[in-house]
Nanobody, 128 residues
C-alpha cells in the first residue's frame, strides 16, 4: 500500500519558517517526481514546487522563488519543502504528491491529475 505522509505543519508567526516533510512508503520513491501543492479555503489546489526523481530538475511557482526550497533524499524516501519568511497569505493545507513525470514541462508538473499518489495534507497557519 502506497502512502505519502506529510508532517511539519503548524502555526507560525509572519516572517517565520517551517520545514515540511513527505515520507513515502510502498513505492519505488526514486522513480517518482514529487510536487508540493497547497490549497487555501475557497481556492483551487495550486502547485508550489516540484522536483524530478533525481533532484536534477526543480521548479518553483514564481511567488515562491527565494522563499521556498524543495529537496529530496531518496535514501530516506522523503521529500522536503523548506519555507522561509512565511506570510499570512501562505496559510493553507499543504500536500505532497508523487508522479512519474514523462517530462519536466510546466504543463506536466502543474497538472494535479498527473499525480498518482497524494498525502493527506498538513495545515500551515501563518498568524500573529
Amino acid at each position: 500500500q502506497v502512502q505519502l505522509a506529510e508532517s511539519g505543519g503548524g502555526l507560525v508567526q509572519p516572517g517565520g519558517s517551517l520545514k515540511l516533510s513527505c515520507a513515502a512508503s510502498g513505492l519505488t520513491f526514486s522513480s517518482y517526481g514529487v510536487g508540493w501543492f497547497r490549497q487555501a479555503p475557497g481556492r483551487e489546489r495550486e502547485l508550489i514546487a516540484a522536483i524530478s526523481w533525481s533532484g536534477g530538475n526543480i521548479y518553483y511557482a514564481d511567488s515562491r522563488k527565494g522563499r521556498f526550497t524543495i529537496s529530496r533524499d531518496n535514501a530516506w524516501n522523503t521529500a522536503y519543502l523548506e519555507m522561509n519568511n512565511l506570510q499570512p497569505e501562505d496559510t493553507a493545507v499543504y500536500y505532497c504528491a508523487a508522479a512519474r513525470f514523462p517530462d519536466f514541462t510546466l504543463d506536466t508538473i502543474a497538472n494535479r491529475f498527473r499525480y498518482t499518489y497524494w498525502g493527506q495534507g498538513t495545515q500551515v497557519t501563518v498568524s500573529s
